[in-house]
C-alpha cells in the first residue's frame, strides 16, 4: 500500500508540473521490482515537546503530582491551612502536604489541581483518582471530598461530580475511588477539601482515565496511542532528540531514573521548557511517568521496533559551547554502563539485575530490543572520539544489537561531510540524517540516496519534514512534496533501512 501511496504522489505532482511544461511522461515498470522494504522502513519519532508526554500521551490528568516542581505548589492553590513536608516516603520524590483543621467550623483546608491548561473530563467516562495519605497525628480516621469541579461556573453547584475518602492508617498507604462526572467539560479543577477535624498528609495525587490504552493503570490516553497504532508504524525512537542531550548533562534525559515504581521516578526539567522565549512555559518539566518501560511497552504493543536513544556523554551542542560542560572521553564509563544495562533491562533474563526489574514491572518476557541509538545531534570529532567506546563495547558484549550514530543537524555542508566518514570508518549500523527544509530543498532531492555507498551504514532518516515558507505549518504542498521524496527512500531500500518522519 505504502508503494502505491506514495506513486499517486508522484503522478499527482507529474500533472501538476505538467500544466507548466509542454511535455511530461512517466514510465512506471510494473515488472522491474526494487529491493526489498525493511519492516522497519516507516516508523515513528517521539519527543516530549509541546506537552507530548505529560500533559498529552501520559495519561496523567494532574500537574506536579508529587509538589516536586522547584516552586513546589505549583499548578495547585491551596486554602486553609496547608503546609508542605519535605520527609515522604519516597526517596526522589521527598515533598508532600499536610492538611490540617483551619480552626473554624466555617473554614475549610483543602486544595486545587488545575491539570495541563485544564482537566478535559467526559460525561459517563470513569476516572480513577488515587493518592498515598497516611494519619500523622493520633487520630484513627479523617475524611477527604474528592471533586471535579467547573471553577467558571455562577450557578448552585460547582462539582462536576464527588466522592468521599476515608483515610485510616498511621503508615503511608495508597488509596482510590473512581469519578464518573455527570457532564462533559474541557477544563475542569481537582479539588480536593479535608472535611474531618483532624491531620493528613497527601502525597502523589494522580488522577487517570479508567479506561487507557491497553487498560494499564499508569497508562496513556487512550486516543492518541491508537492513532499512533494505525499508523502501523515498523520502528518507534524515542525518547527524543534534543532532551535526551539536555540543556545541561543534569537535565539530559535518563533512562534509569524513568523505571521502577511510579511514585519514586525522579522529576526532570524538560529540555523545552524555556529554549525559546516566545513559547516559554516554565511549569514544563518531566515526571519520567512515561518512561522507558512504558515506550517499551508501547512499541511492542504496536508492532514497532522500539528504537532508544541515549545520550553519549555530550550536553545539547547548540547551548554548550564550553568543553567542561561535556563528559571527557576518559570518565564516560557510567555512559557506556548505561547502555549495557539499558539492553540487559530490556532483553535480559528475568534472573539478572535490569532483566528482574523489567520482570518486577510486569513483563517477564524479553521486549526483543535489535537497535540502540548513541547521541542525537552531536557534530565535531566531540562526537566520534566519544561514539567509539560505545560501540567497542556494546560489539564486545551484544554483537547481536545494531548501533545508529549520527550524521549530525544538517542534511549536507562541513559537519555532515564530516560525519559520514567517521560512522564508516566506526562501522555505524545506520546512520541518522536529520534534515527540516524547505520545498525547493525536497524537490531537489528526490535522487538522494540513488547514488550513496551500497558498501557502507545503512541510513535512518530520523527526523524530516518539509517546512513551507513562513511558519513551519502543515499543509499540503508541503505533504505532497514528502510523499513525493518518500518514493526515493523506496527506491533506494537496499540503503535506507528506516524513515520516521518529525
Known amino acids: 500500500m505504502r508503494r502505491y501511496a506514495n506513486l499517486l504522489a508522484v503522478v499527482a505532482l507529474s500533472t501538476n508540473l505538467a500544466l507548466h511544461a509542454q511535455t511530461n511522461e512517466l514510465v512506471i515498470q510494473t515488472k522491474k521490482l526494487g529491493a526489498e522494504i525493511q519492516p522497519t522502513m516507516y516508523g515513528l519519532f517521539f519527543e516530549d515537546i509541546n506537552y507530548a508526554a505529560d500533559g498529552g500521551l501520559y495519561a496523567e490528568l494532574v500537574k506536579n503530582r508529587s509538589f516536586e516542581f522547584p516552586q513546589h505548589l505549583m499548578g495547585w492553590k491551596t486554602y486553609g491551612k496547608v503546609s508542605l513536608m519535605n520527609d515522604g516516603p519516597f526517596e526522589r520524590n521527598p515533598h508532600y502536604v499536610r492538611l490540617s483543621n483551619p480552626g473554624h467550623a466555617h ?7 488545575e491539570g495541563f491548561f485544564g482537566i478535559g473530563v467526559k460525561k459517563g ?9 497516611r494519619l500523622p497525628q493520633g487520630s484513627t480516621k479523617e475524611t477527604l471530598r474528592i471533586e471535579l469541579v467547573d471553577t467558571q461556573s455562577m450557578g448552585e453547584r460547582q462539582a462536576l461530580v464527588a466522592g468521599n475518602l476515608t483515610i485510616d492508617s498511621k503508615d503511608w498507604k495508597k488509596y482510590q475511588i473512581i469519578l464518573k462526572p455527570g457532564s462533559t467539560h474541557p477544563k475542569s479543577v481537582l479539588r480536593i477539601f479535608l472535611t474531618s477535624k483532624g491531620t493528613v498528609d497527601l502525597e502523589h495525587v494522580s488522577l487517570f482515565p479508567v479506561d ?7 497508562g496513556l490516553r487512550k486516543d492518541l496511542a491508537q492513532a499512533l497504532a494505525d499508523i502501523h508504524p515498523g520502528v518507534f525512537r524515542f525518547p527524543g532528540g534534543c532532551i535526551v542531550e539536555g540543556t545541561d548533562l543534569e537535565t539530559r534525559y535518563d533512562w534509569k531514573k524513568s523505571v521502577g515504581p511510579v511514585e519514586n521516578r525522579p522529576l526532570n526539567e524538560n529540555r523545552w521548557q524555556y529554549t525559546f522565549t516566545h513559547r516559554f512555559f516554565p511549569d514544563y518539566y518531566q515526571s519520567y511517568g512515561l518512561g522507558f ?5 508501547l512499541s511492542e504493543e504496536m508492532g514497532a521496533a522500539p528504537l532508544p536513544i541515549l545520550n553519549c556523554g555530550l550536553s545539547c551542542q547548540y547551548q554548550n559551547n564550553d568543553p567542561k560542560a561535556h563528559v571527557a572521553v576518559c570518565d564516560l564509563d557510567n555512559y557506556i554502563q548505561d547502555a549495557l544495562d539499558l539492553i540487559e533491562f530490556a532483553n535480559g533474563d528475568v534472573n ?8 518486577d514491572m510486569g513483563h517477564p518476557a524479553p521486549f526483543n530490543l535489535k537497535f540502540i541509538g548513541i547521541g542525537n545531534e552531536q557534530w565535531g570529532k566531540e562526537y566520534p572520539e566519544r561514539l ?3 560501540i567497542k563495547a556494546i560489539r564486545k558484549a551484544h554483537p547481536e544489537i545494531k548501533i545508529v550514530g549520527s550524521s549530525g543537524p544538517n542534511s549536507e555542508g562541513k559537519e555532515f561531510d564530516y560525519l559520514w566518514p567517521e560512522m564508516k570508518r566506526l562501522k555505524a549500523d545506520l546512520v541518522d540524517e536529520h534534515f527540516y527544509r524547505p520545498e525547493s530543498w525536497f524537490l531537489a532531492q528526490g535522487a538522494r540516496y540513488d547514488n550513496y555507498d551500497r558498501k557502507g551504514p545503512k541510513v535512518f532518516a530520523g527526523e ?3 517546512h513551507g515558507k513562513g511558519k513551519k505549518w502543515n499543509h499540503y504542498h508541503a505533504a505532497l512534496l514528502e510523499a513525493a521524496f518518500m518514493t526515493g527512500l523506496e527506491r533506494n531500500t537496499d540503503i535506507v533501512h528506516m524513515a ?3
Open 388 to 390: 567509539e567506546p560505545f
Open 125 to 133: 467516562e470513569e476516572y480513577r483518582f488515587s493518592v498515598w495519605a
Open 212 to 218: 487507557t490504552w491497553k487498560g494499564h493503570e499508569n
Open 107 to 113: 473554614k475549610h483546608t483543602g486544595l486545587d489541581n
Open 464 to 466: 524530516y519534514a518539509c
Open 352 to 359: 539478572t539485575t535490569w532483566g528482574k526489574v523489567r520482570a
Open 293 to 297: 518501560y512504558e515506550y517499551f511497552l
Open 500 to 502: 520516521t518522519y518529525a
